[in-house]
């Protein structure tokens, strides 16, 4: 099951975010090497300061978190305008209110899928992402990421949208691409991951107006 955490509600959720930081930090740090900043054995960064929605992936059984990504209104900071700019040519800039950025996706390495299958958790946040999409009226959502995801979104019937060209950081090829947010996405992910029915909690019953919190916030800025 998903949750979704937006900024006026972190202080019901501090377990479960400093869960994230931890799983951040152990994903992007302590497997994947990037440049990235750790502090106390957590990740956390600038934009985390900005008005992020956050999508949890959690276990029902055992209440601890599987996996996780951040969501960030195109209009205010963003890793693509201000870290990754180089991936845009021309001067192309990416701020719409109907356009979110989806940014530091990860799974617990503990529950890596099997080589060639799908991970039920990445699916399931897939499905999260659109289902946000749909219930906040968004257009698209782009994404910042790395060369091993690609094959992750065309096996998910996900494929990005490129934009720009890809561009070396570091020891990593950055990827820059729009991703669907229609009906028949979350549909195609349902199938491909086994998620036919709704994934996030609070788009179900009683709060969803923290999603349209966040698009009246990015439309006003």
Not at 110 to 116: E, H, K, N, R, S
Not at 155 to 181: C, D, K, S
């Amino acid at each position: 099951m998903i949750y979704a955490i937006g900024a006026n509600e972190r202080f019901l959720h501090n377990d479960i975010l400093d869960q994230m930081f931890q799983l951040r930090a152990r994903v992007f740090k302590d497997r994947l090497n990037w440049d990235v900043t750790v502090m106390n054995g957590r990740e956390v960064d600038s934009f985390d300061d900005c008005d992020a929605l956050y999508l949890t992936s959690i276990n029902e059984q055992t209440g601890k978190l599987q996996g996780s990504l951040r969501l960030l209104p195109t209009t205010g900071p963003n890793m693509l305008r201000d870290v990754f700019g180089a991936l845009l040519s021309g001067g192309e800039v990416v701020q719409s209110p109907l356009i979110w950025e989806s940014s530091r996706f990860c799974i617990d390495p503990d529950l890596a899928a099997q080589p060639g299958r799908l991970n039920s958790v990445t699916t399931e946040l897939f499905c999260a992402v659109v289902e946000v999409g749909l219930f906040a009226g968004l257009e698209t959502v782009v994404s910042v990421y790395d060369a091993r995801m690609v094959r992750i979104f065309r096996r998910a019937n996900w494929p990005a949208e490129p934009i720009g060209v890809p561009v070396q950081f570091g020891e990593v090829l950055t990827h820059a691409g729009f991703f669907e947010i229609t009906p028949e996405a979350r549909h195609r992910l349902g199938v491909a991951g086994g998620h036919p029915f709704p994934v996030v909690i609070g788009l179900r019953a009683s709060s969803p107006t923290r999603v349209l919190a966040a698009t009246q916030s990015s439309i006003s800025a």
